[in-house]
């Protein structure tokens, strides 16, 4: 009993302290106006989205710091937040800048030098707190479009640093314009048992909602029996943009009475993936729509629900109509509501629970032949029910296809398989991976290591599995500039490097025998070298590029060049 009155003191002092914040504490880190792209929460795959992406009007736009402090992190990667600025603040408080194009001449520098010393494109680094210390609005480097961005903004976010949980940008005052209401388009009821329908049918069913007179609609009496829940698909929009925002917060009423209710003013990054629970992830999977559910399942564990009476669940049992309202709203006072009346009753049917099924709150072990899985405790989001299959493979395989439960079944932390190969050859063996099959036949890697004649691997997901090899090196092709390979007016040499199937473990250029840095933008497969003082220029030039991938196959491409 102690520790959980202790518990809620930590979390209630939390919920102080992270509304203690001043307001005004932050400059703008652009000189334009703040129009977004993407708000804090938004729906992205696996996860919320942890800051606020920035519109810029092309790469190459000035970013200043936000407030004092000092740089504390640097990061150069290939995906992710590309090129990126971490800077630690007086108040506890740390900003982010990522997706940029370049930083500062100084700090530029000093990462290249780092990168030379561990000879490798993607860094981290710490830098001491007195090296790189910055005044508010203090130049820190570009807006780009390096990582897993496609299209130029910055990505900004601001953290409690020490913990780094990523607070909501948009509670700070950046002088964002908004005025407009968010947009509800439909409503799913769900059935949350074999016993329960919705309408007559033991199936989630789809509602179209009406606007009239200010407010949402459901015209028709929905009839449920047993447990049902509510998800909607609603977006949030803006002022002077045309995409889409997320939802800030939720609450749905039962008959007056609060029931359940959400609202993104932080989250870890450790449960951001609990985002697969928060939305019906199935129909994200196969409709790219999202639905945002009113109920909690009992292996999610977000910190972002303010009110939970019975998990947001539906079980009436008494035929009476029942009142929902439901309101949605943004950061800036926006709301729209939602009326829609149910009559619930009794289930007609009694079905037992199903034995055979794998448990969100225990690990599982699942035992065939020639096939195993281990689920750990919390990895699945409720009890789920166990469908296996096995397939006779194609050629290109070494081993059966197993299927377990389907690909539309959302997995928080990685399920562990393994599987017997067929017909592998020894010397095969250091090349064989397993791989998930996805729904268009797709081979995606989950590398593989070979233990008691098995081939084991790991994912965050269900679905098909096997053996496969990679012998193949990868591809290696050269952006050429004209047939001489003269370089006199060029400021860079790219190359488009891929691997159709593990994937790239490393690769290494040297030009006139010397280690060249090359920067890696993964979602286009290209590296690339903008000359500098690192070569000497009027001559010709000796490249030697090797791409090696996970399965250790190795591509040379050697090239003279003029520069």
């Known amino acids: 009993m102690r520790f959980k009155i202790l518990a809620i003191l930590i979390f209630l002092f939390s919920q102080i302290y992270s509304q203690t914040y001043d307001k005004n504490y932050f400059r703008s880190p652009v000189n334009i106006p703040v129009r977004l792209a993407g708000n804090f929460g938004e729906i992205r795959s696996n996860h919320f ?87 508010k609005g203090d130049l820190i480097g570009y807006a780009g479009n390096s990582g897993y961005s496609y299209g130029p903004h910055l990505h900004f976010e601001i953290r409690e640093a020490e913990n780094d949980i990523p607070l909501n940008p948009e509670l700070f005052n950046f002088k964002i314009t908004d005025n407009v209401k968010p947009k509800i388009f439909l409503a799913e009821i769900v059935p949350l048992d074999k016993n329960s329908s919705v309408n007559g049918k033991f199936t989630k069913q789809e509602f179209k909602v009406f606007y009239k007179n200010g407010r949402y609609y459901i015209p028709k009496i929905i009839e449920t029996k047993g447990k049902a829940g509510i998800a909607v698909k609603a977006h949030d929009y803006m002022n002077y943009v045309r995409n889409t925002q997320g939802i800030y917060s939720a609450k749905m009423y039962v008959d007056d009475t609060l029931y359940f209710s959400y609202k993104l003013d932080k989250f870890s990054f450790y449960e951001t993936r609990y985002i697969n629970s928060f939305i019906d992830y199935a129909e994200r999977q196969l409709t790219k729509r999202n639905f945002q559910r009113l109920w909690k399942e009992p292996g999610n564990k977000l910190s972002i629900y303010k009110t939970v009476v019975n998990s947001g669940v539906l079980n009436f049992n008494d035929n009476r109509i029942h009142k929902i309202k439901i309101i949605l709203a943004d950061c800036f006072g926006n709301k729209s509501y939602l009326y829609l009346k149910i009559r619930g009753n009794k289930p007609d049917i009694n079905l037992p629970e199903n034995s055979n099924m794998f448990f969100y709150d225990r690990d599982n072990y699942f035992i065939k032949p020639d096939f195993r899985v281990i689920i750990k405790n919390g990895t699945l989001y409720k009890n789920t029910d166990i469908n296996f299959k ?98 006199e007016n060029h400021k860079k040499i790219s190359f488009i490097i891929k691997d159709e199937l593990s994937g790239i473990k490393d690769y290494k250029v040297t030009i006139d025998n010397k280690l060249i840095i090359f920067s890696y933008d993964k979602k286009n497969d290209k590296i690339s070298y903008i000359f500098d003082n690192h070569i000497t220029y009027n001559r010709f030039h000796k490249l030697k590029l090797t791409v090696t991938d996970k399965k250790n196959n190795k591509s040379v491409f050697n090239l003279t060049f003029f520069k």
């Open 49 to 135: 989205h942890s800051g606020i992406d920035i519109k810029v009007p092309f790469v190459g736009v000035k970013l200043y710091a936000a407030a004092d402090g000092y740089v504390s992190r640097i990061r150069k990667s290939a995906g992710g937040y590309g090129n990126a600025l971490y800077i630690t603040h007086s108040n506890g408080l740390r900003t982010v800048y990522g997706h940029m194009q370049k930083f500062t001449d100084e700090i530029e520098k000093y990462t290249e030098q780092y990168q030379y010393k561990q000879k490798k494109f993607e860094v981290t680094i710490y830098p001491d707190t007195g090296k790189f210390k910055v005044k």
């Open 390 to 487: 096995k397939y006779t493979s194609s050629g290109e395989l070494y081993s059966d296809i197993y299927e377990l439960n389907s690909y539309l079944i959302p997995a928080h932390e990685n399920i562990f398989y393994a599987v017997k190969p067929k017909n592998l050859p020894k010397k095969l063996i250091g090349k064989a991976l397993l791989v998930n099959i996805d729904k268009n036949g797709k081979l995606n890697p989950l590398d593989g290591t070979f233990i008691n004649g098995l081939i084991s691997g790991k994912c965050k997901c269900f679905g098909k599995f096997a053996v496969a090899v990679d012998t193949t090196a990868p591809h290696v092709k050269l952006k050429k500039v004209n047939k001489e390979n003269n370089y």
